[in-house]
């Protein structure tokens, strides 16, 4: 048998072992980034097709950890992606699928999870698990007994970032804390955010609760497809009545944590900034996802976590976002 008989064959047994293996009685194969294996690997996972998650980014090339554009470089970073929602593409990216803490922009999930399955309009009540005693935790201030609606909530979780009010939200959504975080890990699952746990509502510190940016850009990608999200985080402030356990009323006025918002920092040229969150923890450092518009309105998430201070990530978000000019 001449060599080239031999390789067709080879090749031909190849295909039929592997349609044969994709093709498996009542399952299919996901590719999912496998952050453990190597940059460029692969882990197949094997899940019967009702439990198929949708591709939210099928045409992203997720097997890169980085992405270079011309010679930019993100500084005193760990990590940072700029995606364009439009194209279904990776403008930018470095380390987007390193395992790293996220601290409060675990509050798009939260918010993600509220929204999915809770009403604008049911009414929550705080118990105990409003009091939180950390040092430095951003808090609203709430008290067993305390009730507002779920989109009074959600302005209050996803403007001021409020560690009180995500455990708030995620007791009367899920039933309890650990219910709701088993939700949002659910949710990551199901988008494809397999580099991500979640082990509470809020994002304070917690050595098993992480993503990657490339996890982040599907989560938040998911959120901004919810009105009630990108309405709030398009505002510089937010001013509500809630009531405490005997009904009396309670004013509460907070202002927005994105220092774009607030007019601290140039915002990037030729780029509207839609909104976005904010997070701070000494184990996670700087860190902010922003949602964007271009001057033809097409949409952009940008995301930087572990930036080394403020100025840092606000300085470095202005340059990658100017990317796309």
């Given at each position: 048998m001449k060599h080239t008989d031999k390789k067709a064959i080879a090749l031909l047994l190849c295909v039929i072992l592997t349609v044969f293996f994709l093709s498996g009685c009542g399952t299919t194969l996901q590719a999912a980034y496998d952050e453990q294996a190597g940059n460029n690997s692969y882990e197949l996972i094997t899940i019967t097709t009702q439990e198929r998650a949708t591709s939210f980014a099928a045409d992203l090339a997720v097997g890169e950890t980085s992405v270079s554009y011309d010679d930019f470089e993100i500084e005193n970073a760990s990590a940072a992606g700029l995606f364009d929602l439009t194209n279904n593409?990776?403008?930018y990216a470095f380390n987007m699928h390193a395992r790293l803490y996220m601290a409060s922009l675990t509050k798009l999930m939260t918010a993600l999870v509220a929204v999915k399955y809770g009403s604008l309009d049911q009414t929550l009540t705080a118990s105990s698990s409003v009091i939180i005693t950390e040092s430095g935790a951003q808090l609203a201030g709430l008290r067993a007994g305390d009730t507002m609606t779920l989109e009074q909530a959600l302005n209050i979780l996803l403007i001021y970032?409020?560690?009180d009010v995500a455990n708030l939200i995620a007791e009367n959504i899920g039933g309890s804390i650990e219910e709701f975080v088993e939700?949002?890990?659910e949710e990551a699952n199901a988008l494809g955010a397999t580099n991500t746990h979640f082990t509470n509502a809020h994002g304070l510190h917690d050595d098993d609760h992480y993503t990657t940016v490339y996890d982040l850009y599907l989560i938040f990608q998911e959120a901004v497809k919810y009105e009630a999200i990108t309405q709030i985080i398009s505002q510089s402030s937010y001013s509500t009545t809630f009531y405490d356990v005997n009904g009396t009323a309670k004013?509460?006025?907070?202002?927005?944590?994105?220092?774009f918002f607030k007019q601290l920092y140039e915002s990037p040229e030729n780029i509207t900034i839609l909104g976005g969150k904010t997070s701070y923890t000494d184990q996670a450092g700087q860190c902010l996802a922003l949602y964007a518009k271009d001057v033809n309105g097409n949409p952009y998430i940008g995301i930087i976590l572990k930036s080394a201070s403020r100025d840092d990530v606000y300085g470095q978000m202005k340059l990658m976002l100017?990317?796309?000019n």
């Open positions: 593409e990776v403008v970032s409020a560690n939700m949002m890990n004013t509460l006025s907070v202002n927005t944590t994105n220092a100017e990317l796309v």
